[in-house]
């Protein structure tokens, strides 16, 4: 059997400007990174405005697991299989992160018969969009420790700087270091920390400004410090942001590739739901919805994590609205939250899947809320068998969904026809869609909402300094939406609570203002926003072949 880079490397690729052409995007709209990625032109995007929209399909999946969901193959698959039942069809995914590439995680960009290729360029510098997004940030947190140095004109409280640095890789003795030292010609010492460049509100801003304009003003907007009397300093206050820009201005543009079946994807945009708010740009979404019949785009990790901050931050704030969800489950995983060890997996375990289905009925139940057309994808392996399939089928149909079974890993866009055809007849009917909390609903009563309604916790509990920080930011800044920041494995804040548990008290650890991205970070028990590596990390694997192609990648 193949492996993914092997079917990747032997696709026959299309020229990028053939690409564009099926999008009526001519070769002069256009920016070519080699002969098979592109940015599609400032002008080409503004030139849409008005452009009848297509309809917006939601992919997401269950709480992930080792035995894996297929998000994003399920994403592709179904964007291929639209276009070979006659729609006119353009997938949207993110970039992928450096970081779980060389940590644990692997590629980003589908799997088996269902990729988005050049595989090998979108997992590692692709277009550059997040080497831009690292400098821009880091350019800012250089630009406030220069402040300080040349007298501090602006008065800030070097105590209550809150702009870290970030780089895209895993690197845990990052987190938390000391600034400034070695004499006074290095700057003033103080505490200070690493992100990975996914969390950082750059990359957040990128992923929801509109145009050129709008990027500067949000990352004016950017709150970076106090003052000693407490009043805040913004990127704008620094005169940063005219810069950063400028360091942002092809980073804002769209990436458009291809699927193996030579149909057109935007990739743009960062991952990681659980830390970030984990969707597609806004103008990579906007731009497809105007040139096609139908754009499937996905959100990260499961739906308690990237479809809620999809719904409720990113649907919020470009004023989208999906026509369908398509919520991607895998026999498997079922079975792992049943129980089931990774190692036995293989074997038939019909009671193990109906146990761990409580996770799909939970996610089922949370889709609900949002009044959005709802379909289960069984994305099939191999080892599943006639009974275990029919055991989530029949769950399915005891809560009202259809449940579609797919094979677009193996076979492509054939594969998940099925799926495509249900889709469109949902995306037909009424969508009531709507978010879960209003903007009135004050910071703590959005964090206790999603905790209640999506997670199933009992209790919120947050530190004194907590409360008091929401407090403080009510007045100005209460109208923002939340992002959740919590283990992807788990509805609750524990990675090993598998299934659906309920009854628990979430704890909030910290939250973070980003004011120009429009949100506020609530951080929830363990997670980190700069990871670490695992003790076998993926880059011990990697290299290059004899003929210089990367090995150990995928």
Request: proline letters at 5%.
């Amino acid at each position: 059997m193949l492996t993914d880079i092997e079917i990747a490397r032997a696709a026959a690729r299309k020229n990028i400007a053939e690409i564009a052409a099926r999008l009526d995007i001519g070769a002069g709209d256009i920016l070519p990174y080699g002969h098979d990625k592109a940015k599609i032109s400032r002008d080409f995007i503004a030139g849409l405005d008005g452009a009848p929209p297509g309809r917006l399909i939601l992919v997401t999946a269950i709480n992930p697991t080792p035995a894996g969901e297929g998000k994003t193959t399920t994403t592709v698959g179904l964007g291929d299989a639209l276009n070979r039942i006659g729609k006119r069809a353009t997938v949207c995914i993110r970039e992928a992160s450096l970081g779980p590439n060389f940590g644990m995680k692997g590629g980003a960009a589908g799997g088996g018969r269902a990729q988005v290729v050049p595989m090998e360029d979108m997992n590692l510098h692709f277009t550059g969009d997040f080497h831009a997004i690292t400098s821009a940030h880091n350019l800012l947190a250089a630009m406030i420790d220069n402040h300080i140095h040349w007298g501090n004109a602006l008065d800030i409280d070097l105590r209550r700087v809150t702009w870290r640095r970030v780089m895209d890789m895993n690197d845990r003795v990052l987190r938390d270091i000391v600034l400034g030292l070695g004499g006074p010609a290095n700057g003033t010492p103080r505490e200070g920390g690493f992100d990975i460049t996914v969390a950082s509100e750059v990359m957040a801003i990128l992923c929801l400004a509109s145009d050129l304009a709008d990027l500067q003003d949000r990352l004016g907007r950017i709150i970076v410090a106090r003052t000693r009397d407490g009043r805040p300093v913004t990127a704008r206050a620094l005169q940063a942001d005219g810069a950063m820009t400028v360091l942002l201005r092809d980073a804002l543009l769209p990436n458009l590739v291809q699927t193996l079946e030579n149909n057109p994807a935007l990739v743009h945009g960062g991952p990681f739901a659980n830390i970030a708010h984990g969707c597609n740009s806004v103008i990579a979404t906007r731009t497809a919805l105007a040139l096609s019949d139908y754009v499937v785009t996905e959100a990260g990790f499961g739906a308690d994590l990237g479809a809620e901050k999809f719904l409720n931050i990113k649907c919020r704030k470009a004023g989208l609205a999906p026509s369908a969800v398509v919520l991607v489950a895998t026999v498997r995983a079922l079975k792992m939250n049943g129980g089931v060890a990774k190692s036995d997996l293989g074997t038939e375990n019909v009671a193990a899947v109906r146990a761990g289905a409580v996770n799909l009925t939970r996610h089922i139940e949370n889709l609900r809320l949002f009044g959005v057309p709802l379909v289960v994808a069984i994305n099939h392996f191999a080892t599943d068998t006639d009974a275990e399939i029919a055991a989530v089928s029949d769950i399915c149909d005891g809560l009202g969904v259809r449940a579609i079974l797919c094979r677009h890993w193996a076979e492509g866009g054939a594969g998940a026809e099925a799926l495509a055809r249900e889709v469109v007849r949902l995306a037909a009917e009424p969508s009531d869609f709507t978010t879960l909390y209003p903007d009135e609903m004050p910071l703590w009563d959005k964090i206790g909402t999603i905790a209640r309604r999506i997670y199933r916790a009992d209790h919120v509990e947050a530190p004194p300094a907590v409360r008091k920080q929401l407090d403080d930011w009510q007045a100005d800044h209460g109208h923002l939406p939340v992002c959740m920041a919590k283990t992807q494995y788990s509805f609750s804040a524990d990675p090993a609570a598998l299934g659906a548990p309920s009854g628990f008290t979430l704890p909030i650890r910290e939250v973070r203002l980003a004011a120009g991205a429009g949100f506020v970070v609530a951080i929830c028990g363990d997670v980190m926003t700069m990871p670490g590596l695992p003790r076998e990390p993926a880059a011990n694997r990697i290299g290059l072949d004899a003929d210089g192609n990367v090995e150990g990648l995928f």
